[in-house]
């Protein structure tokens, strides 16, 4: 049996939990626009701890930045989201870890 976290990072992540494959929770982490780089980047870290501690996955996919979509300030931030994220989540699964760069769920670094 394996429950894996799926995360799609923006200021508005998507996120789920498939459990042997089947869909088990999803949800959206909303950032307030009217928070500074700082307090986003602390709100994203809170509301992912909670969904890995009321979830346990076994491991967490993660989609990867992509270049050439956004302009450099969004892609800045996207980075520093992802950067959060690979932090907050190695710290419950290891590295149990995947990054997928395109819609075709390519892994990327962090593969196990």
């Keep these: ?3 894996v976290l799926g995360l799609d990072i923006a200021s508005s992540t998507g ?4 459990d042997d ?7 959206v982490i909303t950032i307030p626009s009217e928070m500074n ?3 986003r980047l602390k709100y994203f870290e809170n509301n ?12 967490v996919h993660i989609e990867d930045v992509i270049l050439g ?12 989201l992802n950067g959060v994220a690979i932090s907050v989540c ?3 699964v290891g590295d149990n870890i ?3 760069t395109s819609i075709l769920y390519e892994p990327t670094l962090c593969e196990t």
């Design 15 to 18: 996120w789920c939990i498939l």
């Design 48 to 59: 992912l701890n909670q969904i890995l501690q009321e979830n346990s996955p076994d491991s």
């Design 1 to 3: 049996m394996s429950k």
């Design 21 to 27: 494959n089947r869909l088990e929770k999803y949800g």
């Design 98 to 100: 995947k990054l997928y």
């Design 90 to 92: 190695y710290n419950k």
């Design 69 to 80: 979509i956004s302009g450099a300030k969004t892609l800045a931030y996207l980075g520093r």
């Design 37 to 39: 780089l700082f307090q």
